[in-house]
């Protein structure tokens, strides 16, 4: 598989930030260096609260997906948000998201979990039939709403 997924480990700190620094400027995120190495340095290290993972030859990577974790009643266990998924653009449109977010329930429902959600623009129409052709459903009735702390 060409989009192999490794679990990326404190070593791929510079890989891993170059693609995440790459996402935020094309989404239009202005955050600093310091503000991703605080919110990917624990990912990297083992925290249970979620994982990185580099998409693709580990020592060049076209992309990743970090995957956070909680704890659902509703779906009796533990359940993941996608948090962020990003490929080079050079890489898009070749089918490669399709298979990771194929490939990566299977791998975290063998680490127990339940459910795992996305969060999609709702005028991004190819994402949404991105998302949808890999099983993902809009919820009815329901809409993801945030509070800054």
């Given at each position: 598989m060409t989009t192999a997924l490794h679990l990326a480990k404190p070593e791929d700190?510079?890989?891993?930030?170059?693609?995440v620094a790459?996402?935020?400027a094309e989404d239009g995120l202005d955050l600093s260096a310091d503000h991703r190495r605080t919110g990917l340095m624990p990912l990297l290290e083992g925290t249970p609260h979620g994982v990185a993972y580099l998409i693709g030859p580990a020592r060049a990577p076209i992309g990743y997906i970090i995957v956070?974790?909680?704890w659902s009643v509703e779906y009796g266990g533990m359940?993941?948000?996608?948090?962020?998924?990003?490929?080079?653009?050079a890489v898009r449109r070749r089918g490669i998201a399709a298979e990771v977010l194929g490939s990566l329930p299977q791998a975290?429902?063998?680490a127990g979990l339940k459910a795992l959600h996305l969060e999609v623009d709702r005028a991004n129409d190819r994402a949404q039939r991105l998302y949808?052709?890999?099983g993902?459903?809009?919820?009815?009735?329901?809409?993801?709403?945030?509070r800054r702390l």
């Open positions: 700190f510079a890989r891993l930030d170059a693609l790459a996402f935020h956070c974790f909680g359940d993941g948000f996608v948090d962020e998924l990003y490929l080079r653009p975290l429902a063998g949808g052709r890999t993902f459903k809009a919820r009815d009735n329901y809409m993801l709403m945030t």
